[in-house]
């Protein structure tokens, strides 16, 4: 994908605003990196071009949080409602942390370490979108 975009956290949280999940691929070395990087961290080139990632990958890590900072407890998070967060290995390679959900208060309780997920984009009209996954 061609876009001329700085490959900075500012335009990654863009590109999620308009439902893309980007990331930068060293062309050098292959290595796609999710958020992007500006300096390839394996070969230290800057010859990057951004890359939309599937959204699809599969669960390799998650925990949950009953004590949560003000701005999710703002969302309803706590202790009647954990926040579940997970590491998300994309099928392109890269692993992502991001929120769980499956539509209820115990995101975990359905949920199973090599699971199939699906991103979505969630907070978009707040401008500070974040990923989400589901079950695929
Ligand atoms: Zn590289």
């Not at 691929?25 to 292959?30: A, G, K, P, S, T």
């Not at 925990?63 to 309803?76: F, I, R, Y």
Request: with cysteine; net charge negative; charged share 25%.
């Amino acid at each position: 994908m061609s876009d001329d975009r700085a490959f900075t956290d500012q335009s990654y949280k863009a590109f999620l605003s308009e439902k893309q999940l980007m990331g930068t691929r060293c062309n050098d070395c292959e290595v796609l990196f999710v958020p992007p990087r500006g300096l390839c961290p394996t070969c230290h080139g800057d010859n990057l071009n951004w890359e939309q990632a599937s959204g699809q990958g599969r669960l390799v890590a998650m925990t949950q949080m009953a004590m949560v900072s003000p701005d999710l407890a703002a969302e309803g998070y706590g202790g009647g409602r954990p926040y579940c967060i997970g590491v998300v290995e994309l099928h392109e390679g890269p692993r992502v942390v991001a929120r769980l959900d499956q539509g209820k208060p115990d995101a975990r309780a359905d949920l199973e370490i090599g699971q199939d997920l699906q991103v979505e984009f969630e907070h978009l009209d707040r401008h500070k979108p974040r990923l989400v996954f589901r079950p695929a």
